[in-house]
C-alpha cells in the first residue's frame, strides 16, 4: 500500500461513499476496482478470503471491509477514517432523503412512478456489479453450480443459514 496522508485516506473513502450506489454488491465491486484492480492494495485472493469473512459477520460488509482496508494502509486510525467517510455520504443522503420524502412526497401518488423509475435504475446497477464480482469469484464450473444451486435454494425460500454452510461444504 502507498504511504497516504490520513486526509488523503479519508478522501479515498468520502469518495466511495458518495459514488455507492446500488447497494453492497455495488460498492464492494467499486472498492475492489479501485484498490484491487487499480490501486493493487492487496491480492485479489486475499481480497476474496477478506469479503467471505466480511459476508459471514453481522453487519454491513461493504462497510467493514472499508474499515479493514484503511487499517491497512494506515492502522486503527486509517480504519475510523476509512469508516467514517464511507458512512458519511450516505447518511447525509438518507436524511437528505427522509426529509424530501416527508415533505414532497410522501401522500402524493402522482409521484410513485418517479420512485419506480428509481427501483429499476438501482436494479441495473445492482446486476451489473454481481456480474463484476462473480467473474473474480466464480473462477471454475464447481463454483458456478454451488452459486446457482444456493442462490435457487434462497429464491425457494431456504434460510440463510443453511444455505450458508451447505455451500461452504460443497466447495
Known amino acids: ?44 485472493a486475499r481480497f476474496n478470503r477478506l469479503l467471505a469473512v466480511m459476508q459471514v459477520l453481522p453487519g454491513p460488509e461493504a462497510h467493514e471491509l472499508c474499515v479493514h482496508m484503511g487499517m491497512i494502509a494506515r492502522g486503527r486510525v486509517g480504519g475510523v477514517l476509512a469508516g467514517l467517510g464511507f458512512m458519511l455520504p450516505g447518511l447525509a443522503l438518507m436524511l437528505a432523503c427522509g426529509w424530501a420524502y416527508t415533505s414532497f412526497i410522501a401522500g402524493r401518488p402522482d409521484l410513485a412512478g418517479v420512485l419506480l423509475g428509481v427501483q429499476v435504475a438501482v436494479l441495473a446497477v445492482i446486476v451489473r456489479a454481481v456480474h463484476r464480482i462473480g467473474e473474480h469469484v466464480l473462477i471454475d464450473a464447481w463454483l458456478w453450480a454451488v452459486a446457482l444451486v444456493a442462490a435457487g435454494a434462497s429464491v425457494l425460500g431456504a434460510p440463510f443459514w443453511i444455505v450458508l454452510p451447505a455451500g461452504g461444504l460443497a466447495y
Open 1 to 44: 500500500v502507498p504511504y497516504l496522508s490520513l486526509p488523503r485516506l479519508f478522501l479515498i473513502f468520502l469518495r466511495f461513499g458518495g459514488l455507492a450506489f446500488g447497494g453492497p454488491v455495488a460498492q464492494i465491486a467499486m472498492i475492489r476496482e479501485a484498490l484491487v484492480d487499480r490501486a493493487r492494495w492487496i491480492e485479489s
